[in-house]
């Protein structure tokens, strides 16, 4: 089974094949083998994968319904808040587009099944023999609370990503748990983490370390942060990196906002836009973007005519740069490098302002110091 995306095939399939809330095993009844043999491996159960496809679902049978506590452990929110809903309805729930990623992963586990009914709507439901024992495990205290820990472990784990982009097994897991006062062995967090991540693709491991998806070269990042080994990580405190885990969270400053104002008022865009265009920006400073890349994209965005009209908007943007959250820094900012490490400062952007105030010719080093003629450079 795809576990980030239906197939549209097999979604197709998954609806028509029963028309009716059944028993976990006739559910279990509408996978394919290929499909079984994945619950099983989902669910560490050895001695019946040589099993025809019907024993092997009656097998699976017995083995789900004894392993339902363990499997609910598993859990964060999203599919706690699901089950919940179906409970409210007798199990039985009509399907939405938001459900898919839930669904794909509840699959995996057997517990929920999908039928059409004859007014061809598609739902969702709970075996109606392990009805009652769902029931009992989502409003049990021991079962809620794990199921609150490994949300709030997943959650502290993207916000740290957001402002290190990679972090070591280890180091995460000592920053976590740091946060949560809960001192759990390093395995545990790591089968927290693995679990939750195993539904979408918002964080991957590449050897011993994990890494935000927007990281593309694991590597030079890692070796970028090495050779700042005295420089620690950026301290956050818990708020910030809960807020930080959030879908498209973005970071504004002052200095953010002073460049906002000055883009709404002196160019035809909407504060959309301009807030668009900031959050893409302060994105690829943090990945480690050339500062005269920026300017180069800004001056054909903008439709920069000549070099008087890009000289204030470099000037915030770069207080901004100087300002923004590196990861090759570990989550500091270029400014707050310069005063905290002087000896292992990441270089501020400047620009050479008497430059700025001189007319530049098109075959002339062009002034945002790029290196390039000023022709192939800001001046397009």
């Known amino acids: 089974m795809n576990i980030n995306q239906l197939n549209a095939n097999n ?71 699901l089950l919940r809903n179906m409970m409210k309805h007798n199990g039985i729930l009509e399907y939405k587009d938001e459900f898919s990623d839930v669904l794909s992963y509840l699959r995996r586990f057997g517990i929920i099944g999908c039928f059409k009914d004859n007014n061809d709507e598609n739902y969702i439901f709970i075996p109606e023999d392990i009805l009652m024992s769902i029931s009992a495990l989502i409003n049990n205290l021991n079962i809620v609370s794990e199921i609150k820990q490994n949300e709030k472990v997943t959650k502290l784990l993207k916000g740290l990503l957001f402002y290190y982009g990679v972090l070591p097994f280890q180091k995460a897991h000592d920053m976590i748990t740091n946060y949560t006062k809960k001192h759990d062995p390093m395995v545990n967090t790591f089968n927290i983490i693995y679990e939750s991540f195993k539904k979408d693709d918002e964080v991957y491991v590449h050897n011993d ?70 959050q893409v920006i302060k994105l690829k400073f943090k990945i480690g973007y050339q500062f005269n890349e920026i300017v180069e994209e800004f001056s054909v965005k903008f439709e920069v005519e000549n070099l008087e009209q890009l000289k204030q908007p470099i000037d915030l943007i770069i207080v901004v740069y100087n300002n923004s959250t590196q990861w090759r820094l570990k989550g500091h900012s270029p400014g707050n490098v310069s005063k905290t490490k002087k000896n292992h400062q990441q270089p501020i952007v400047s620009i050479n302002k008497q430059g700025l105030n001189t007319k530049v010719g098109r075959n002339d080093t062009c002034p945002c110091g790029s290196g390039k003629k000023y022709k192939n450079c800001c001046l397009k």
């Open 11 to 81: 979604f197709c399939k998954m609806f028509t094949s029963l028309n009716k809330q059944v028993s976990l095993y006739e559910t279990l009844a509408t996978y394919t083998k290929n499909d079984l043999d994945e619950v099983r491996k989902d669910l560490c159960i050895s001695g019946i994968s040589s099993l025809n496809k019907q024993k092997l679902a009656m097998a699976l049978d017995a083995n789900i319904k004894a392993l339902l506590p363990e499997i609910l452990k598993k859990f964060t929110d999203s599919e706690y808040k």
């Open 209 to 278: 370390y994990w890494c935000s998806k927007q990281v593309r070269d694991p590597e030079e990042l890692i070796t970028q942060q090495d050779t700042k080994s005295n420089i620690n990580y950026f301290s956050l405190n818990e708020e910030q990196v809960l807020n930080a885990s959030e879908f498209n969270f973005v970071e504004l400053n002052e200095y953010d906002r002073e460049l906002s104002t000055f883009l709404c008022d002196n160019f035809e865009v909407s504060k959309d836009q301009v807030l668009e265009y900031i």
